[in-house]
């Protein structure tokens, strides 16, 4: 098997997986980190939701081999003490019901807001169309991306 060398949440890391393994299961079984989670498996739900050089991609289907070189980051990366605006922006307007997406629309929210510092309800809806909630919490979504556009400035 090969060996690769990837860069999670600025910490290099080397697994011997097959080329085409899903950078998720590199992440949660390989690296031991869990927040970011399985979903559907065929990139449509978001929950797998990753930043790779920045831009948020869908783990569950982007090979290990594509993301050799580039910076990955995770929901563990996104702050040390759960300090970034969108993170407290999520806890004041308590958006999660049951949290398994939140993970996935937390790292879209993130890349939204870097693109975007004031985004409008048309950004903020493209952005994050790709992130499936089952409780329905999108509104409560949309408010806390405002939130932490606030937050920012």
Request: proline share 5%.
């Amino acid at each position: 098997m090969p060996v690769y060398e990837i860069n999670i949440n600025s910490k290099p890391y080397t697994v011997d997986v097959e080329a085409n393994m899903p950078l998720l299961w590199v992440i949660r079984d390989f690296v031991g980190l869990t927040g970011t989670k399985f979903g559907c498996g065929i990139a449509q739900c978001g929950a797998c939701t990753v930043h790779l050089e920045g831009n948020p991609i869908r783990s569950c289907s982007f090979p290990v081999a594509a993301a050799v070189g580039k910076k990955i980051t995770t929901i563990e990366g996104i702050s040390e003490n759960v300090d970034h605006a969108i993170q407290k922006a999520w806890i004041e307007l308590q958006v999660p019901q049951c949290g398994y997406c939140q993970s996935g629309q937390i790292m879209s929210a993130v890349a939204l807001l870097k693109k975007k510092p004031s985004p409008t309800d048309a950004d903020i809806d493209a952005a994050m169309q790709g992130n499936l909630c089952r409780c329905g919490t999108y509104q409560r979504v949309r408010r806390a991306i405002h939130r932490a556009s606030e937050l920012i400035k």
